[in-house]
């Protein structure tokens, strides 16, 4: 009796060694299909901060671009208006002038 006992302990044993062998192979399984998820997405993650990147690249560089017409532009601007100062001076200088000649005409007359 202790001699089945005995056999049908070691056969459950047996058995739940069994089932424990079986277990960690599923558990293997799995661990590798999640490492090879993980290096997806690690993949695809160094995908997406290289297209992140030269995103940023492109904005920066358009950026600078506007940045350099608008300087350009301001410059133009100011160069403009000081032309245009000149020129109303030069009005007014002219127009004192013709001024001055009417009234000596108008005394004259």
């Given at each position: 009796?202790?001699?089945?006992?005995?056999?049908?302990?070691?056969?459950?044993?047996?058995?739940?060694?069994e089932?424990?062998?079986a277990?960690?192979?599923?558990?293997?399984?799995?661990?590798?299909?999640?490492r090879?998820?993980?290096?997806?997405?690690?993949?695809?993650?160094?995908?997406?901060?290289?297209?992140?990147?030269?995103?940023?690249?492109?904005?920066?560089?358009?950026?600078?671009?506007?940045?350099?017409?608008?300087?350009?532009?301001?410059?133009?601007?100011?160069?403009?208006?000081?032309?245009?100062?000149?020129?109303?001076?030069?009005?007014?200088?002219?127009?004192?002038?013709?001024?001055?000649?009417?009234?000596?005409?108008?005394?004259?007359?």
């Open positions: 009796a202790e001699k089945t006992a005995s056999i049908e302990i070691e056969a459950h044993l047996s058995s739940q060694i089932i424990i062998k277990e960690l192979s599923n558990a293997k399984r799995t661990e590798d299909d999640l090879d998820q993980l290096n997806d997405v690690n993949t695809l993650l160094k995908e997406k901060n290289f297209e992140i990147e030269e995103l940023s690249s492109d904005v920066f560089s358009e950026k600078e671009d506007r940045r350099q017409e608008l300087f350009e532009m301001k410059c133009l601007y100011e160069k403009k208006i000081q032309e245009l100062t000149t020129s109303s001076l030069d009005i007014e200088a002219e127009k004192s002038i013709l001024e001055t000649r009417v009234e000596r005409l108008t005394q004259d007359i």
